[in-house]
């Protein structure tokens, strides 16, 4: 029998997954950036849910579009 080679042995970059924490390779992930699919909808439902949003800054407050719109009518 021959042994395996090193390359065999050698995976592409490992990651955090942030859903859940745990560290694995990316060739061992259908769902990069992700550990899994579950963790891939985990993070999915949290965004439809609001409880992640990305930061904005700028803008009007809503009550300055309300007025503008009113006053537009």
Same mark, same amino acid.
């Given at each position: 029998?021959? %042994? ?19 560290? #694995? ?8 950036? #992700?550990?899994? %699919? ?18 904005? %800054? ?12 009113? %006053?537009?009518?």
């Amino acid at each position: 029998m021959s %042994e395996p080679n090193q390359s065999d042995k050698m995976h592409t970059s490992s990651m955090r997954c942030g859903t859940c924490g745990r560290a #694995f390779y990316l060739d061992e992930t259908n769902s990069p950036p #992700f550990c899994s %699919e579950r963790c891939k909808l985990v993070d999915l439902r949290r965004w439809i849910d609001e409880e992640i949003t990305l930061p904005h %800054e700028g803008g009007p407050d809503e009550g300055q579009i309300s007025d503008s719109i009113s %006053e537009n009518l």
